[in-house]
């Protein structure tokens, strides 16, 4: 079964201090991972994505995610936040064996950088 | 998020009503979808269209119901609603089904039934 565990429902930083974002995930396969934003009353906009060879990722926004395959792992970071990253943060995983091609999502992580 | 739209952005209806969702893209994909976005709970997805065929109904109630006339346009029709129906409404696109494929999300509707 494919899954996705965003262990922190928040993550609290102040602004010019690095942040992490956390994920975890469970497929049968190989892993494609993405990370998404949503800002209040919009949709989801895409940051970055896994799907083969370095496994640090660089994305939009200054964020990267790094893959740990050993940990299952792909948390998203910056060296230094900003009050303008203070959203809601999905990670998803899809399993590379899947025809289907469905993600499947975390709950979220509510992200909020203090000034 | 132009490249993906959605209307209305808001929607009150009744219980009894009848109202339709629609969703375009202008990206050029082939694969659409409708997901449901409830307040704590993991994003649902409701249906996937591939090439304006349907390949996926993840067991909803039958008082929504897809239509998807051309690869740009999807529509979620609404009857019969009920009060735990209300959520975000997401329309998401991808150039196919492909498991490496992004998927890209318009803004959403927000509906409240009454």
């Known amino acids: 079964a494919q899954s996705v565990a965003q262990p922190e429902d928040q993550v609290n930083v102040a602004e010019g201090n690095p942040l992490t974002v956390k994920c975890t995930y469970s497929v049968s396969g190989n892993p494609y991972l993405f990370w998404y934003v949503q800002y209040p009353n919009r949709g989801l906009q895409f940051l970055l994505k896994?799907?083969?060879?370095?496994?640090l990722v660089k994305g939009s926004y200054g964020f990267e995610a790094e893959f740990n395959k050993s940990q299952t792992s792909f948390h998203l970071k910056k060296p230094s936040a900003l009050v303008s990253d203070s959203a809601l943060y999905f990670c998803a995983v899809r399993d590379d064996r899947s025809t289907l091609g469905r993600l499947y999502f975390g709950r979220g992580t509510q992200l909020t950088v203090w000034p | 998020e132009t490249g993906v739209t959605q209307t209305p952005r808001h929607l009150v209806m009744g219980m009894t009503n009848k109202k339709s969702l629609k969703c375009e893209q202008h990206l050029g994909h082939n694969a659409m979808y409708w997901y449901k976005q409830s307040a704590k709970k993991p994003l649902e997805l409701m249906f996937v269209?591939?090439?304006?065929?349907?390949?996926e109904n993840n067991s909803v109630p039958s008082r929504f119901s897809p239509e998807c006339p051309n690869s740009s346009h999807l529509f979620l029709h609404l009857h019969t609603l009920q009060p735990e129906d209300s959520a975000l409404y997401l329309c998401?696109?991808?150039?196919?089904?492909?498991?490496?494929?992004?998927?890209?999300f318009g803004p959403g509707t927000r509906l409240t039934v009454l």
């Open positions: 896994y799907i083969t060879g370095d496994n």
């Open positions: 998401a696109s991808s150039p196919q089904r492909a498991s490496t494929d992004t998927q890209y």
């Open positions: 269209y591939n090439f304006k065929e349907q390949t």
